[in-house]
C-alpha cells in the first residue's frame, strides 16, 4: 500500500449521512482534507462544495477517481452502487471507505475483496459503532466479566411506518430492494449484527422470517430471526418497521450469568447494568461527528501511522448473515 503523506478525499454521493455524520470530520483530521465532491445532480455538488469549501465538484464518478488530486475515495450512495463505485476505484489505485453495509448483497461483497486483495489497495466501510465510547463502554463491561459468563443474546428494535413510507408514488430508496438490498432491515441491522460479532466473534449459523404486513411497499417489514457465534453462543432477534409508536424500541440484550446489560445502538440511551439487586444507568457521550473517530483511523492508516482493522473482509460478514436471514442465499 502507498503511503500518503495527506490524504485528499473525493466523495462519490453528498446526501444527507455527509451533512451529518461523516463530511466535516474529514476535514478536522489532521492530514486530511476534502478535495472533490460527486453527484448526478451538479447542483447539488456545486451547492455542497460552495458550503463545505470543497475546490472541486463533479457530476461524474469516473472523472472524481481519475482526478489527480484526489487519493482516496469516500462513496456514500446507496448500496447498490456501492460496489461497482469501490471496484472503479480500487482498481484506479485509490483507497475506499464506504458506507455500511458493503454491498447490496453479500456477492457483491465478495467481488470487492477479491479486487482489493488482486490490487492491493485497502477498501474500508464505515462501521463506525465499533470504535465509539458508547459501544467500547458496553464492550468492557462485557470483558470486565461484571455480568458473568454470557448466555445469550437478544436484538429488539420496534419502529412506527415514516412518513414517506405512505408516499407510494415517491417511496425512500430504503425500502426499494434493487436499491438497498432489502428494506430497512438491510439499512439497519447492519450496525446491530456488526457490533455483536466484533464482541463475540462471526455468526456461523443464521436463519430468519419476513413478512410484509402492513403492505406499504415491496420489501419485508417484519423480520424474526436467531442465530449462532462459533463459540456456540446463541442470539436472537425481532425487527418491525410498522409498530405503534407505544411499541417503540432500540435494544440489544447481553444476558450473563451474573447479570445483563442493555444498550441502545441509535439512540444511545444510557446503558442498563443490572448485576445481582444492583442497577446502574451509565451515561456514555459520543463524538458531536460520530464518524469521526474511525475516520482518523482510517486516515492514521493511510498515512502509516497506525492499523484499521475496520476493512471490507471484515464487514462481509454481516451481509452473509442479513442475506442468510432474508434467504437471500
Known sequence: MEILEKVKWGFIGCGEVTERKSGPAFNMIEGSCIAAVMSRNIEKARSYAERHSVPKCYDDAQRLIDDPDVNAVY????PSTHATFAIMALKAGKPVYVEKPLAANYEDCCRVNRVAELTGVPCFVAYYRRV???FNKV???VASGQIGRVMNVQIHFSVPPRDLDYNRTNLPWRVIPDIAGGGYFYDLAPHQIDLLQQMFGPITEAEGFTANREGLYQSEDTVSACFRFADGLPGSGSWCFVAHDSARED???????????RFAVFNYTPIRLITG???EDIVVENPSFVQMPLISQVVGHLRGLSICTCDSVSATS????MDRILRKI
Open 75 to 78: 462513496i456514500a450512495t446507496p
Open 251 to 261: 435494544a440489544i440484550d447481553i444476558v450473563g450469568d451474573k447479570g445483563s446489560v
Open 318 to 321: 454481516a451481509n452473509w448473515v
Open 132 to 134: 465509539l465510547p458508547y
Open 277 to 279: 439487586d444492583k442497577r
Open 139 to 141: 464492550q468492557d463491561i
